[in-house]
């Protein structure tokens, strides 16, 4: 069993999706189109996207409603790997709501289900029960090109490993992850590149870019249709102390310019002390960490 290459097919997945490639994208086996991850869903026999994307519509006839301001839901949610010895609960019976603007750490030790639960919030994973609630839409039942769209234009995504394209410029990068692709993004990518500090780096390739200039620019792309919420999976893992403070600013200014959630994980106590709220996960199951202290708004 290799579940992080599976993870990382699914990471690539997006970013190429994000990146404007996703007609290139092979169907892995068990899905409808070639999105979402196999293996989350129905525990036990082989899944079949489709048919659990039936029953969960069936078994949720009536859309679930959000709090009008949730940018982003879990209702009930659960979700199954199926392992070499069986299934793996890795999400079990999750709920919770996220508000616009929020920002929202996911912590837990390692193996208790916090990149589960992120593929799943990302539309990447189909749920075996329960539902991922975008902007108070109930996405239970939704089609594939439904899916990918909100994905597209409501959701960003960060990752730890930064997931550029080689051969693409940083403008480029950034550029064909906007709904109406390279040339249309082109001008929005420049700037929005010139606010995370790297207007002088337009041209450059990613391999010409440190790690945290990399990351700065796949916040810049995870920005770029300007989403409801983005979903942060340890995006601060492979950079040192002093990088991962600038990165976290440019996500969370950047984030806040347009009212935008982020709901990040991470295994860093300081990326979690930044949050407003905390969500704790132990084996499959999350709690509000009510030992937090949200940092103090600055006085203006
Ligand atoms: N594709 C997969 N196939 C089988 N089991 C998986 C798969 N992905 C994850 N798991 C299992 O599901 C459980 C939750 O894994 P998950 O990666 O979501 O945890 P995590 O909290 O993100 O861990 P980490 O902090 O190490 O990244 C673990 O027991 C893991 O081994």
Do not use: W, Y
Not at 13 to 23: D, K, M, P
Not at 64 to 71: G, L, M, N, Y
Not at 133 to 161: C, K, P
């Amino acid at each position: 069993m290799d579940p992080h290459g599976r993870r990382r097919r699914a990471h690539h997945r997006v970013a190429g999706e994000a990146a404007g490639l996703s007609r290139g994208v092979g169907v892995l086996p068990g899905q409808c189109g070639g999105r979402r991850v196999r293996g989350a869903g129905d525990a036990g026999g082989v899944p079949d996207q489709c048919a659990a994307r039936r029953r969960r519509a069936r078994d949720h006839p009536e859309p679930v409603r959000t709090r009008v301001e949730a940018v982003l839901g879990a209702h009930r949610l659960s979700l199954s790997h199926q392992g070499p010895d069986g299934p793996v609960a890795a999400v079990r019976d999750v709920s919770f709501e996220v508000a616009a603007g929020e920002i929202v750490a996911l912590v837990g030790r390692s193996g208790s289900g916090k990149t589960s639960l992120l593929m799943a919030l990302g539309l990447l994973a189909t749920p075996g029960a329960g539902t991922v609630l975008v902007e108070g839409r109930d996405t239970a039942g939704l089609a594939d090109a439904e899916l990918s769209a909100l994905r597209r234009d409501r959701i960003g995504f960060v990752f730890q490993a930064f997931n550029l394209l080689p051969q693409f410029t940083a403008q480029e990068n950034v550029a064909m992850a906007h709904r109406s692709g390279l040339r249309g993004g082109a001008e929005r990518a420049a700037r929005l590149l010139g606010e995370v500090g790297l207007g002088h780096r337009l041209r450059h390739r990613p391999q010409q870019l440190s790690a945290g200039e990399q990351q700065r620019v796949a916040v810049a792309r995870a920005l770029v249709n300007a989403p409801a919420v983005v979903l942060a999976d340890e995006p601060t893992g492979n950079l040192d102390a002093e990088t991962e403070s600038d990165v976290l600013d440019v996500l969370t200014t950047g984030a806040a310019g347009s009212g935008c959630a982020v709901l990040l994980v991470t295994h860093s106590a300081g990326v979690a002390s930044r949050a407003g709220r905390v969500l704790r996960m132990a084996d499959g199951l999350c709690a509000e960490d009510p030992e937090h202290d949200a940092p103090r708004k600055a006085t203006p």
